[in-house]
């Protein structure tokens, strides 16, 4: 099973990026995704969930109204858009799979992606 996030990348403050994260080895058609990120010295946090269908989405507060994520099913796909970014944005990106929809530790998820890195200079 395999998580393989792309995308990330240096941008000015203001801007935007499109993370993306292929799923292969399993389906993970009904089961929550979602985004954590990390910077140096900090825990992980659960930025984004999206549930099955997309019928449910989860967003860490300060990214509301700038994030969204997306999943494509049938592309075994997950995105997140990403914009009018910020400096405090900058982190490392980890697509994730299989766990709550909110209020999400990394304990809760199975699969982990590898990480991309997203740099956002002011």
């Known amino acids: 099973v395999q998580l393989q996030a792309s995308g990330g990348g240096l941008v000015q403050a203001g801007g935007s990026l499109r993370l993306s994260c292929l799923a292969s080895?399993?389906?993970?058609?009904?089961?929550?995704m979602g985004w954590f990120r990390q910077t140096p010295g900090k825990e992980r946090e659960f930025v984004a969930g999206?549930?099955?269908?997309?019928?449910?989405?989860y967003y860490l507060d300060s990214v509301k109204g700038r994030f969204i994520i997306t999943r494509d099913n049938g592309r075994n796909t997950l995105y997140l858009q990403m914009n009018s970014l910020k400096p405090e944005d900058t982190a490392v990106y980890y697509c994730?799979?299989?766990?709550?929809?909110?209020?999400?530790?990394?304990?809760?998820?199975?699969?982990w992606g590898q990480g991309t890195q997203v740099t956002v200079s002011s």
């Open positions: 999206i549930s099955w269908n997309g019928g449910g989405r």
């Open positions: 994730v799979g299989h766990g709550p929809l909110a209020g999400a530790t990394p304990a809760d998820y199975n699969y």
């Open positions: 080895g399993r389906s993970f058609g009904t089961d929550t």
